[in-house]
């Protein structure tokens, strides 16, 4: 008899501000922690945001604060590792919520998996999407999803007591042009890539952001073995409730 697959519940917040999402993400890491909330997936974009790393280095911002929130670009410092990456429209961010404990307490199997989850999804998409070896040493791998020497997708994670948090940004439609205004994860001589741009596809954004979040849930649910269930916004908009209603 097969054995039955546990639930991932399917967060999806449209667009929002990233102070909002980190506030509710917090919330729901505390409930996974308690076993109050099943394994989930939190998926959407953020307006204009520069994140900053545990690693992060401020010179790797390409402009001050006071002219980054000038053009609508807001930064935060997380807790997630990494240096420092952007987020915006046209940008899929996905921040899952896994306790490892029921999978495997292993940060480098989780974050390999977070890439094949990519990899497939490109895969799935036409497009052929690697993992990229350092030029220092062969046998180090950069992280995040690579199309030849630009990268797709970006990823950056946070484990407390063997719950995840942060995760995942794809480039779908997003402007690139805001790349310029930071080195993306520190790496200056690499670049940065869309599935729009690869594909150059005529699809409209909506279109093509509805089709790539779909192959994202899917292959998210192959990897790590979970039956993905999407849940409605009076779910758990109730149970970040009150982080809602503070960040107001």
């Known amino acids: 008899?097969?054995?039955?697959?546990?639930?991932?519940?399917?967060?999806?917040?449209?667009?929002?501000?990233?102070?909002?999402?980190?506030?509710w993400q917090k919330e729901l890491?505390?409930?996974?922690?308690?076993?109050?909330?099943?394994d989930l997936l939190l998926l959407g974009e953020h307006p204009h945001?520069?994140?900053?790393?545990?690693?992060?280095?401020?010179?790797?911002l390409c402009l001050p604060e006071p002219e980054l929130a000038r053009r609508g670009v807001e930064v935060h410092e997380t807790d997630r590792g990494g240096d420092v990456t952007y987020h915006g429209p046209g940008q899929l961010v996905g921040y899952p919520i896994l306790d490892l404990g029921g999978l495997r307490k292993d940060v480098v199997w989780y974050v390999r998996s977070l890439e094949e989850v990519l990899i497939r999804t490109a895969q799935e998409l036409g497009l052929v999407a690697v993992r990229q070896p350092t030029a220092r040493e062969k046998r180090q791998l950069y992280t995040g999803v690579w199309v030849g020497e630009e990268k797709l997708a970006a990823i950056g994670i946070h484990v407390s007591r063997w719950v995840t948090s942060h995760g995942f940004a794809l480039n779908v439609t997003a402007d690139l042009s805001y790349f310029d205004l930071i080195v993306p994860c520190g790496i200056r001589e690499k670049g940065v890539t869309s599935v729009e741009q690869l594909r150059g596809t005529e699809q409209s954004a909506p279109d093509l952001m509805k089709e790539v979040k779909a192959a994202v849930i899917k292959q998210f649910g192959e990897v790590f073995g979970r039956e993905m269930a999407p849940l409605a916004s009076e779910t758990w908009e109730a149970r970040v409730g009150a982080e809602q209603a503070a960040a107001s």
């Open 1 to 23: 008899m097969a054995t039955q697959k546990q639930i991932c519940g399917v967060i999806d917040w449209g667009v929002e501000a990233y102070g909002r999402v980190s506030g």
């Open 29 to 38: 890491v505390a409930a996974r922690q308690t076993g109050s909330v099943p």
């Open 49 to 60: 945001v520069i994140t900053l790393g545990r690693n992060a280095r401020r010179e790797h």
